[in-house]
Each structure stands twice: as structure tokens, then as C-alpha cells.
């Protein structure tokens, strides 16, 4: 800085443009702070701009001018009708909405709602005309949707957040439906739909039929789901979709009796409902599979998902384990149903969210006790500690209707375990007989292992651009290496043990 600028006065300059920014210069003289001609033309244009504003305010599009030109100048004194769902419905709601809304002869106006995050409010204050709450707060925009799951493999469906949709029947009568979807920020955890009409009969009329459609277009019918949380959504409960496995019995290793106790109990219950129930048989069952890790009930139930193509599957794993009543919540809306329990013994203790409640396994319980005789449910528990389940089991009877004992494999069952694992893979079997009389007690997962590591050790001594053989000497190194007193802890992480 030179020595001139010291010693300078300070000066600002206001420069009023038409777009109403002020822009602020400082240094130079107090000149520029007197008044100027072209100041009160800029004063006028403001005062203008604030006149018009305020006498035109009243003819603004308003909600509630938009909704009682629909419905007419009684609307303020007509009925509001809700229906409401859990959130993670928020998909099903919109499909059944849409599929009402597209019945021939029924025409809709959407119209958006700007302004409604963080605003708590209804179709009854939408109608207040007087109301001076949401005057300058809600206003009509464009619709805001979010892209909901609607499917395997990434399929979405717009759904709208906040809407008014302004509806005439074929008859000639009007409906006002308000659609808002869940908010758990604002503490509406659930999906709302509000009507008013001018036939209040067929507003409650028209509240049934969209929760009925929304039961018959619900996109998570004949669906692999599984409930889930929102890591950073204060305990919204999802649902994500899976895509149905595609497994053949012959990719299902277990003794022949084993796996006809699951068939008939599950599958073959499934198959012949409709003759059951006409011999006065229910339907609802529950199939408990036990064994030590590793003896394949997670692949049994990878099993049965594949076997019941046409089934609403509903799989409750991990820390979605409390959500035992949305899940039977869903499996009694879309059976035929399948409810899969994994690890069902780390419920036996757990009690619910709130004190004094009992351990979530006598939820659990409760739940199948109240579905009615002829619900097409199945419900699959599995456990590593059936001795923890064995008492609560017992003293509610007919819950569980089968329990099968799944066991390690035998001689029989590792050798159809290696052929299924080996693929396409070369092995050289002329020392197999000995590797599976050294294998006895492992899993099936360490044979898994056992044979990519045999082909790992051909892989190391032959050279690059050679095709994988897996020879005895290979196989049997292998099995060395994996038996070594040092992969102690690998054989109990692959749920083996041998001899």
C-alpha cells in the first residue's frame, strides 16, 4: 500500500438496480452518498413492484382455492377420510392409487404441494380458506416424486411425496385425495392417504378401493425380500428385494429321508393346498432345521425359495430380527408366504424394544399362533442351538410342526459334495477314497475350500497357459496344509472339526 492511501475517506456507494440487489463500493468521497434524481425513479420503481405484489397476493394459486373450485363452495364442511400404511409401503400405495385412478371413465388432475417438508397438515386444513397457517407456507408446484424399489436387479417406481390429486368419477361426482408419503424426521413414520368428496359415501367408498388396490397391484407379491434398516434414517424399516435362486435338488446334498421330511412338510403342503383344505386340513406350518454350523440349512432354504416360484418370500436375518411382526404383517397380506427365521436361537433371550416385553422368540411364537387355519404360511426356523429353543418350543405346542436334524456329511454325502464342488475341474480321483477317510467330521464348506486350494497348488507348479489338472499328489498337499495344526483356527471358520 503507497502512501497516498492513507489518510482517504471513506466512501459507499448504493447502486440500486432494477433486479433489487444493492451493491456496496467503499473508498473515494462522501459525495457520492447525496441524494440523486435517478435515486427516486429507483425508490418509485420498488414501491410500485410492492404495491402490485400486495394487491395481487389474493390471486395467487392457492391449495385450498384449487380444492374447492374442484369440489365446490361446501367442500370446508365435508368429512375427511384417511387410510394409512407402514412406510415401507409407500411403493404398494402408489401402485394401488395409480391402478384406482386408471379405471375407464375416472379423470385426474395431479398437482404438486410445494413446500410441505416440515409442515404438519391434512386435507382439513388444505379446506380452511380463513386459515392464515399455510397461506404463504404450502402453495400448488409441480409434482416431487422419489424413486422407490419395486423389484430384483434395480427396479424403481416414481412415487410421489407430497400430492393433490383432483379427481371426477364417471358419475359425475369429485374427489380430493391427498397422497403424503412417511417422514420419520418429522415423526410420521407412515404412508397417508386423505380424501374428501362430494359424496362422502363414495369418498369412504374410494378409500377401500385403493387400500384394496393397493393389496392386489402390491409390487413385493411372488418377491425374495428381506428387512432391513436405514443406517442414517433413525430406524426406518426397509424392505430389499433379492433375486429368487435358481437351485436344483441335485445341488442340494442330504440323505434321501432328510430331504423328503423337508419336501412334504414345505413344498408338497404348498402343492396340494387346495385339497387339503377342502378335507378340513390347515395350512399354516412351521419346519425348525438344527444341526452344527456348516451342515447346509442355509442351502436348504436356498432350496425351497427355488422350489416355490409363485411364493412371497420373507427373510428376517441380522439386526432386522425385531421386526418380527412387519414380517408376518407382510406374509399374512401376500401368502401364499414363506417366513424364513435364520439363527432363530439369537432370539431366544432378546426381548423387545421397550421394557417389560418378552424375549422376541415368544413374539415369534405369538404371531404363528394367530394366523388363521387355512393361512398359506410357512414358516422355516433354523439354529445352531436347538437346546436353547427346545423349552419355549415345548410349552407352546404345534407352532413347529417338524424339526429335522441336519448332520455332517457322511463318506456317501462328501463324495457327492466333492463331484458337485469339482465342476469342470480335472482331478486325478485315484486317491480320493483316502481323502474322504481323512475328511470325516469337516463341512461341506471345507471341502469347497479343499478343492479350490488343490487347484491353486497345480496352478503354482504348472506354468502359465497350461489348463488346470488337479493331481492326487495336489489334492493331497492340499489336505496337508489344511489339516496342519496351524489351520486350527481355518477348520473351525470353515465349521469343521475332523477326526
Given at each position: 500500500m503507497n502512501d497516498s492511501a492513507y489518510g482517504s475517506e471513506l466512501r459507499l456507494t448504493f447502486d440500486d438496480d432494477d433486479d433489487g440487489r444493492d451493491a456496496v463500493a467503499?473508498?473515494?468521497?462522501?459525495?457520492?452518498?447525496?441524494?440523486?434524481?435517478?435515486?427516486?425513479?429507483?425508490?418509485?420503481?420498488?414501491?410500485?413492484?410492492?404495491l402490485v405484489g400486495a394487491a395481487r397476493a389474493e390471486e395467487r394459486p392457492q391449495l385450498s382455492r384449487l380444492i374447492s373450485g374442484h369440489l365446490g363452495e361446501a367442500a370446508e364442511g365435508l368429512d375427511v377420510v384417511e387410510e394409512t400404511w407402514p412406510g415401507y409401503e409407500h411403493v404398494n400405495v402408489q401402485a394401488g392409487l395409480d391402478a384406482w385412478l386408471a379405471v375407464p371413465g375416472r379423470a385426474h388432475e395431479i398437482v404438486g404441494v410445494v413446500g410441505f417438508q416440515h409442515t404438519v397438515f391434512g386435507l382439513g386444513e388444505l379446506l380452511d380458506q380463513d386459515g392464515e397457517r399455510f397461506r404463504h407456507g404450502l402453495r400448488p408446484g409441480n409434482p416431487?416424486?422419489?424413486?422407490?424399489?419395486?423389484?430384483?436387479?434395480?427396479?424403481?417406481?416414481a412415487c410421489q411425496r407430497c400430492a393433490v390429486y383432483l379427481v371426477t368419477e364417471p358419475d359425475g361426482s369429485r374427489v380430493t385425495v391427498l397422497l403424503r408419503g412417511s417422514s420419520a424426521?418429522?415423526?410420521?413414520?407412515?404412508?397417508?392417504?386423505?380424501?374428501?368428496?362430494?359424496?362422502?359415501?363414495?369418498?369412504?367408498?374410494?378409500?377401500?378401493?385403493?387400500?384394496?388396490?393397493?393389496?392386489?397391484?402390491?409390487?413385493?407379491?411372488?418377491?425374495?425380500?428381506?428387512?432391513?434398516?436405514?443406517?442414517?434414517?433413525?430406524?426406518?424399516?426397509?424392505?430389499?428385494?433379492?433375486?429368487?435362486?435358481?437351485?436344483?435338488?441335485d445341488q442340494l446334498i442330504l440323505a434321501a429321508e432328510t430331504l423328503a421330511e423337508i419336501q412334504r412338510q414345505v413344498v408338497d403342503v404348498a402343492r396340494h393346498k387346495e385339497r387339503l383344505l377342502a378335507a378340513g386340513q390347515h395350512l399354516k406350518r412351521g419346519v425348525l432345521l438344527y444341526g452344527p454350523p456348516g451342515v447346509g440349512k442355509t442351502h436348504t432354504v436356498r432350496y425351497l425359495v427355488s422350489s416355490l416360484r409363485e411364493t412371497t418370500v420373507i427373510q428376517l436375518t441380522g439386526n432386522a430380527l425385531h421386526l418380527i411382526a412387519e414380517a408376518c404383517s407382510v406374509a399374512r397380506t401376500l401368502q401364499p408366504a414363506m417366513l424364513v427365521v435364520e439363527d432363530v436361537d439369537l432370539i431366544a433371550e432378546d426381548r423387545g424394544m421397550h421394557p417389560g416385553e418378552h424375549p422376541l422368540l415368544?413374539?415369534?411364537l405369538n404371531e404363528m399362533d394367530g394366523l388363521a387355519e387355512d393361512a398359506d404360511v410357512v414358516f422355516v426356523l433354523t439354529t445352531n442351538r436347538a437346546d436353547l429353543l427346545e423349552p419355549a418350543l415345548a410349552a407352546r405346542?404345534?407352532?413347529?410342526?417338524?424339526?429335522?436334524?441336519?448332520?455332517l456329511p457322511d463318506a456317501a454325502?462328501?463324495?457327492?459334495?466333492?463331484?458337485?464342488?469339482?465342476?469342470?475341474?480335472?482331478?486325478?480321483?485315484?486317491?480320493?477314497d483316502e481323502v474322504l477317510a481323512r475328511t470325516d467330521g469337516v463341512t461341506a464348506s471345507f471341502l469347497k475350500e479343499l478343492l479350490r486350494r488343490a487347484a491353486l497348488v497345480a496352478a503354482t507348479r504348472t506354468p502359465d497357459g497350461i489348463g488346470l489338472a488337479v493331481s492326487a499328489e495336489d489334492l493331497t498337499a492340499a489336505l496337508d496344509e489344511l489339516l496342519d495344526t496351524r489351520n486350527a483356527m481355518t477348520r473351525t471358520l470353515l465349521g469343521s472339526a475332523p477326526g
Open positions: 467503499v473508498g473515494g468521497s462522501r459525495d457520492l452518498l447525496r441524494p440523486e434524481l435517478a435515486d427516486v425513479g429507483r425508490l418509485a420503481r420498488r414501491g410500485v413492484r410492492a416431487a416424486t422419489v424413486n422407490l424399489a419395486s423389484g430384483p436387479d434395480g427396479q424403481m417406481r424426521d418429522m415423526g410420521m413414520p407412515q404412508v397417508s392417504v386423505q380424501l374428501v368428496g362430494t359424496d362422502p359415501a363414495g369418498a369412504a367408498r374410494a378409500a377401500g378401493e385403493i387400500r384394496a388396490a393397493a393389496v392386489e397391484h402390491n409390487v413385493f407379491r411372488g418377491q425374495v425380500l428381506s428387512f432391513g434398516q436405514e443406517v442414517f434414517g433413525h430406524g426406518q424399516t426397509l424392505l430389499q428385494f433379492h433375486r429368487r435362486p435358481q437351485m436344483g435338488a415368544f413374539q415369534l405346542p404345534g407352532r413347529v410342526d417338524q424339526a429335522v436334524a441336519l448332520a454325502a462328501r463324495r457327492a459334495l466333492f463331484d458337485l464342488y469339482r465342476g469342470s475341474l480335472e482331478v486325478d480321483t485315484s486317491g480320493l
